[in-house]
């Protein structure tokens, strides 16, 4: 008997980075979506005939825009996460809804009740991309004199996602009986009080949400430092993240995976899934004039987020052209300290000079070509153990999502890299994962 072959897991953000940044002019992109829901319920059961393992909704706490020139050109306007996938629950039956939720400005007990609801309402399609607020850009719309400081973060957030699990636990499986006839609705031996207590938490509990369908919704996380290699490994199931060389993408994977034993999992219970940017035509040449048409509508000046956002440390426009700033032990991201060595050792002294550097060499993997082209490099990637699948950031809504499902996976699904039909009814059976063991359950 042959060995089954690995298939790719994709998913999809339904943000078009691109077209908030002047690709909303594009023919095939949606300006504004002024009926929301049929908008979104359309891109979700577009991903769903695709059979794609779920929608990623990335999110920030703040407009974009921090000139008005970008207030002016780029779109700043976006649906709250939780609640847009919650309404596209009732549109779809089996791909999974990921949620972008920031541990920096949240409370480990609404986040808690809100995803196990997802969760619940969903069937058991619920995911948590679980980030940290970067900088203080999201600082003015919070009160913040009990917010943990930017060295904190890491510890802060890891600390929030293990109560975020005590209180799905609080509840066993089979904690609620609901007899009626004997008036029991529950084993309050088998519900249990948190009782955190902590420099940044205090939660009693229990949770006022039954245990998710799922155990725990799938936990996603994003990053590329060793420090997030290892949280990573001990406690995701999914990792975002931006690759965009296989050499380097295989030294990642082989890294990340070779940490999972000693938590004692194994390599099929992370996934790890980067970013992919497509440019898809008929031909190579089609699809680069339709990678140069859109490049040419984004006429206006990079946004200050997304340059921020690559250097790793904010960035106003008046500093655009000044010294790179002093990377402070403590005071600045990891990805800021890299990028600071980087310019250094180049001779490079000004934000301008390492921003272009890294927008040359930088950025999620982009394929341009056809479907066989595109199919050739994915395979490449997941045979050489350099992704496990990819998600797909499409650079305009809603054509680009049209490319993935319509031209590109029939090539993958031709190839048996892909599913043609899902296997599962949960997000968790779809990727291949266990559903989590309650740790307050009595071992069988």
Known sequence: MTAKRKQLKLATTLIAPRAASGGWRHPGAEAYAKEPISYYAELARKAEDGKLDYLFQPDQYRV??????????????????????????AFTKRIGLAATISTTYNEPYHVARMMATLDHLSGGRASWNIVQSIGELEAPNFKNDHRPKQEERDTHSAAFVDVVKELWDSWEDDAIIADKEAGIFADPGKIHIVGHESKWFSVKGPLNVARPTQGYPVLIQAGQSDSFKERAAQNADVIFTMLNDLTQARQFYKDVKQRLS??????????????????????????????????????????????????GIEITEQMLDGPLPVAHEGLVTAKYKRNKELADRQGWTTVRQLHRHLEEIGGHLTLIGTPVQIADRLE?????????????????????????????????????????????????????????????????
């Open 380 to 444: 490449e990637w997941l045979v050489n153990e350099g992704a496990d699948g990819f998600t797909y950031i499409p650079n305009i809504l809603p054509s680009g999502l049209d490319d993935l499902v319509d031209l590109v996976i029939p090539e993958l699904q031709n190839r048996g890299l892909f599913r043609k039909a899902y296997e599962h009814t949960t997000l968790r059976g779809n990727l291949g994962l266990s559903r989590p063991r309650n740790r307050y359950a009595k071992a069988d």
């Open 64 to 89: 974009s825009a921090t000139t008005d020139r970008e207030f002016q050109h780029n779109v700043n306007v976006w649906p709250e996460p939780v609640t847009l996938l919650t309404a596209m629950a």
């Open 262 to 311: 000693k938590y004692g999992r194994t390599s099929e219970e992370l996934l790890i899934m980067p970013g992919l940017h497509l440019h898809v035509g008929t031909t190579m040449e089609e699809a680069r004039e339709k990678q140069q048409y859109l490049t040419e509508l984004e006429r206006f000046d990079t946004r200050l987020d997304r340059i921020s956002f690559m250097l």
